[in-house]
């Protein structure tokens, strides 16, 4: 596994040239852009207590090539957690982003939330959440920003999920990560490396900071007292049934909690695809198989 980390990883570190090609080149890497820098096409706005798709006080904005997550015009967040949901699926894959924060917190949101934010992935569809409910279940790469003190990012928090670290369930809500403290408005690119229920990796740069095992969906959704009403979960039934099951797939969203961010790029690699060599569409660097997708001359 280690050596299969180092491989991941090398693929972080180069990123080749996008590729129209006549002939195969099974080592060049397709990165697929999840924001086309124009427009929000593809993506998917599930806000609490409003209906798919409505964008509430234009919350979610593309200005300047950038994809953004604004506030100016509130006049107080009022429980309006947000995420804007990739409309495809995943379970085997790189996600890679760059994002900062600016400016100050929205007047009411929570004291936790200034300069946090995060990208869940594994996760619910936005069709699928409740009306009123706040977070999806998913794990959420969680982003803080410096408060002049160390404070780390990409620690991984669990809204109706569980994980393994260092082969024992941890049932904690938060994890920290062993990053460096980012102060200001600077930018950080940070990625997850997401093999299906086996093993996730998290990096700033060219750094791992957090590496576990097992994804699954929790009994409770946070907390007892956090629980799957308190957060305005309707069908708490489906999600007891689904308790203590792998998490092997899910959505990519960016997440609305009260704090201004741009993001300037989100990019996937997909890691999961077909295996033959022989095939037109083969990729070396792909982990997992899926054959039916192959095509042939």
């Known amino acids: 596994m280690k050596i299969l980390l180092r491989l991941l990883i090398g693929l972080l570190l180069f990123t080749g040239a996008p590729a129209i090609l006549a002939q195969p080149r099974p080592d060049e890497q397709e990165w697929l852009p999840l924001f086309n820098g124009k427009d929000l096409s593809g993506w998917d706005i599930k806000i609490a207590g409003q209906p798919l798709n409505d964008?509430?006080?234009?919350?979610?904005?593309?200005?300047?090539?950038?994809?953004?997550?604004?506030?100016?015009?509130?006049?107080?967040f009022n429980?309006?957690?947000?995420?804007?949901?990739?409309?495809?699926?995943?379970?085997?894959?790189?996600?890679?982003?760059?994002?900062?924060?600016?400016?100050?917190?929205?007047?009411?949101?929570?004291?936790?939330?200034?300069?946090?934010?995060?990208v869940m992935f594994h996760s619910q569809s936005a069709e699928s959440l409740s009306m009123g409910q706040d977070f999806p279940v998913s794990l959420e790469l969680q982003?803080?920003?410096?408060?002049?003190?160390e404070r780390h990012t990409s620690n991984l928090c669990t809204?109706?999920?569980?994980?393994?670290?260092?082969?024992?369930?941890?049932?904690?809500?938060?994890?920290?990560?062993?990053?460096?403290?980012?102060?200001?408005d600077q930018w950080v690119t940070a990625s997850a490396v997401v093999?299906?229920?086996?093993?996730?990796?998290?990096?700033?740069?060219?750094?791992?900071?957090?590496?576990?095992?097992?994804?699954?969906?929790?009994?409770?959704f946070v907390s007892k007292d956090y629980d799957w009403k308190a957060a305005h979960i309707d069908n708490i039934a489906y999600w007891a049934t689904r308790a203590n099951t792998p998490l092997k797939e899910g959505y990519i969203a960016l997440q609305a909690e009260?704090?201004?961010?741009?993001?300037?790029?989100v990019e996937v690699l997909n890691l999961k695809g077909c295996t033959d060599p022989k095939a037109l569409n083969y990729k070396s660097y792909y982990v997992k198989s899926d054959n039916t997708l192959c095509t042939y001359k």
């Open 55 to 76: 964008n509430y006080k234009n919350t979610f904005r593309v200005e300047d090539g950038m994809l953004r997550i604004m506030y100016d015009q509130y006049q107080t």
């Open 79 to 118: 429980g309006k957690y947000g995420h804007l949901y990739y409309k495809t699926p995943f379970s085997y894959y790189v996600v890679r982003f760059t994002y900062r924060f600016t400016g100050n917190q929205t007047p009411g949101g929570a004291v936790w939330n200034v300069r946090n934010s995060g």
């Open 143 to 149: 982003l803080l920003g410096g408060l002049g003190q």
């Open 159 to 184: 809204p109706g999920t569980q994980v393994y670290t260092d082969g024992k369930l941890n049932r904690a809500h938060c994890i920290e990560s062993n990053s460096k403290t980012y102060d200001g």
């Open 195 to 220: 093999l299906g229920d086996s093993m996730i990796h998290h990096l700033i740069g060219r750094d791992t900071v957090m590496t576990y095992t097992r994804p699954e969906v929790s009994e409770e």
């Open 258 to 265: 009260s704090h201004p961010i741009d993001f300037r790029s």
